[in-house]
């Protein structure tokens, strides 16, 4: 069965730190993996997208990664900011499109 | 305005009582969605249609329908709604491609009691 792993569950840091956030896969095989970030009470929104021939992209403070042999991903956020309190949400696709979403990691900057 | 719309934002209904959820876009996009998410759990897919006469379960599609009407709009049903469907719902348009982007709306808040 595909699945998606996130860690941790939930995060908090203060406000001008940085932090890691975590994603496991199991979906294979493997077309496209993209991470979103979803405010409280909105839709998600997309910050990166990577294709199995990409291991790095950034958009602006955040930094995704991605080692397609081992199956992982990573969200860097740089010098986090109050805005930065959301739900980010890893979402991996194969072959067929229909997507597999990670329960998210709950990020909280505290002043 | 917004690019993809929900009506409603919120909604309390009763076990039994059919109910329907509008997803509205001006993107011009022919792929879209309809989404559950639950408290501590990812979303989930409920169905899916790439054009106007596409039509595709996901993975949860027991006791919802859908119609897509036209290019920019896809319906969801509950037939007969329970509470077990009190979820936040959401629908998103993608352009398709191999790493295309989904664009989700605002949600649809359901409580079913």
């Known amino acids: 069965k595909n699945q998606v792993e996130q860690s941790p569950q939930s995060l908090i840091i203060l406000e001008g730190k940085n932090c890691t956030l975590q994603?496991?896969?199991?979906?294979?095989?493997?077309?496209?993996l993209r991470w979103y970030k979803q405010d409280t009470g909105r839709g998600p929104v997309s910050l990166t997208i990577?294709?199995?021939?990409?291991n790095t992209k950034s958009n602006g403070r955040y930094t995704a990664t991605l080692d397609a042999d081992t199956k992982q991903s990573s969200l860097h956020i740089t010098a986090s900011q109050l805005s930065d309190s959301a739900s980010y949400i890893c979402?991996?696709?194969?072959?067929?499109?229909?997507?597999?979403f990670g329960r998210g990691t709950s990020l909280i900057v505290h002043p | 305005d917004a690019d993809v719309t929900q009506t409603p934002r919120n909604r309390i209904t009763k076990t039994g009582k059919r109910i329907m959820l509008e997803c509205s876009q001006t993107k011009g996009h022919d792929r879209m969605y309809w989404y559950r998410q639950d408290p501590g759990l990812g979303l989930r897919l409920i169905y899916y249609s790439f054009d106007v006469k596409d039509i595709n379960k996901g993975e949860i599609s027991d006791g919802y329908s859908v119609s897509r009407q036209a290019q920019a709009k896809f319906s969801l049903s509950l037939e007969s709604a329970i509470p077990n469907q009190t979820a936040l719902y959401f629908c998103?348009?993608?352009?398709?491609?191999?790493?295309?982007?989904?664009?989700f709306g605002p949600g649809t808040r359901l409580l079913v009691l």
């Open positions: 998103a348009t993608s352009d398709g491609g191999g790493a295309e982007t989904q664009y």
């Open positions: 990577m294709t199995f021939s990409e």
């Open positions: 994603c496991n896969y199991t979906v294979s095989p493997f077309s496209n």
């Open positions: 979402v991996v696709s194969g072959w067929g499109y229909i997507p597999t």
